[in-house]
């Protein structure tokens, strides 16, 4: 089972920033939070990662609460081409584990 | 190549066929996962190769389905004796390093 929590689905205008949340309290010590969205048929595509410190890279910033129960995936200035399914998963650092997808959270960008 | 690639790109069978879908991971990436993802539904995961190691098919859902890595390298997901559900997206990612999976574009499976 997914160790995340996500909303359904969530709007933004073009524009502005887009903030997507996630919760995942259960998270262990030595698991990282992972984001990826999945454009209307095409494969899913990474996003950003962060172990516990705040990441930023040219497509978004990743910020984690201190306590690492929940963060927000921020996209600056959301285009339509953001429109996607955004996933949110925990998992450890080793190669052994293979990345668990709920159903994430449906972003509709609008005009 | 500069990203995963699968073929084919959409494949339509009748029920009761064999089915190979391949996919050649990015030169170099050592770890190889197949999922598949049904109309409307979120990721399973299928089978991860690492390397050498035993290959974890924890998530194949019957013994119709099996894959095998040639040479640490292209991938090849079987499927026997095809039922109408397993009609699906299937999508192959491979990974380096903890940067995370790269995934192919997927080939769309439809048994009729």
């Known amino acids: 089972d997914a160790k995340t929590t996500q909303p359904t689905s969530m709007d933004c205008a073009e524009g502005r920033a887009a903030n997507l949340p996630c919760n995942h309290s259960?998270?262990?010590?030595?698991?990282?939070v992972y984001w990826y969205r999945q454009i209307h048929s095409q494969g899913p595509q990474y996003i950003i990662h962060?172990?516990?410190n705040n990441e930023t890279n040219e497509m978004a910033s990743l910020i984690i609460t201190e306590d690492r129960k929940s963060s927000t995936l921020i996209l600056p200035h959301a285009t339509l081409r953001d429109t996607a399914v955004y996933y949110c998963?925990?998992?450890?650092?080793?190669?052994?584990?293979?990345?668990?997808f709920g159903p994430g959270t449906r972003l509709s960008v609008l005009p | 190549g500069a990203g995963v690639s699968q073929s084919p790109s959409n494949k339509v069978t009748e029920k009761g066929k064999d089915v190979e879908l391949r996919c050649d991971p990015i030169?170099?990436?050592?770890?190889l996962y197949w999922y598949r993802q049904s109309l409307g539904q979120g990721l399973e995961f299928l089978i991860y190769?690492?390397?050498?190691?035993?290959?974890?098919k924890s998530g194949l859902p019957s013994d119709r389905f099996s894959a095998e890595r040639t040479g640490g390298s292209v991938s090849t997901l079987t499927i026997q004796r095809t039922q109408q559900e397993d009609s699906a997206v299937y999508l192959c990612?491979?990974?380096?390093?903890?940067?995370?999976?790269?995934f192919g574009s997927g080939t769309r499976l439809t048994v009729v």
């Open positions: 990612a491979s990974s380096l390093s903890l940067l995370g999976y790269t």
């Open positions: 259960t998270i262990s010590g030595n698991e990282y």
């Open positions: 962060g172990l516990k």
């Open positions: 998963i925990v998992r450890g650092g080793n190669y052994g584990q293979n990345f668990v």
């Open positions: 030169s170099g990436h050592t770890a």
């Open positions: 190769f690492q390397g050498n190691s035993a290959p974890d």
